[in-house]
């Protein structure tokens, strides 16, 4: 079986965006390797349910005015929300 990755298609904020491309963004100094290493894990995702191994992704489908938006977590404060389609991540 070939297995294909469906990577980030876009980004709705700037600062994640070029930390993703390696640059240092400032507001994410302490947390700049987990979100890295988070950003990783979603460019490489196959499908959405892969999120949930490692378990310290922490999966969550966010309420509210982002209702069934999925996210994982960085850290204990923040989080990588996204919008999923079959094509892959967008506005992260």
């Not at 949930?52 to 489908?61: Q, W």
């Not at 309420?63 to 996210?71: A, M, V």
């Amino acid at each position: 079986m070939d297995l294909w990755f469906v990577p980030i298609q876009s980004f709705a904020c700037t600062d994640t965006q070029a930390l993703f491309h390696g640059r240092l963004v400032w507001c994410f100094k302490n947390l700049e390797q987990a979100a890295r290493r988070k950003l990783l894990t979603l460019h490489a995702l196959i499908e959405l349910d892969n999120l949930r191994i490692p378990p310290a992704n922490r999966p969550k489908a966010l309420q509210e005015n982002r209702k069934g938006q999925p996210s994982i977590r960085i850290n204990n404060q923040w989080r990588l929300c996204f919008i999923w389609q079959n094509s892959g991540a967008y506005s992260v």
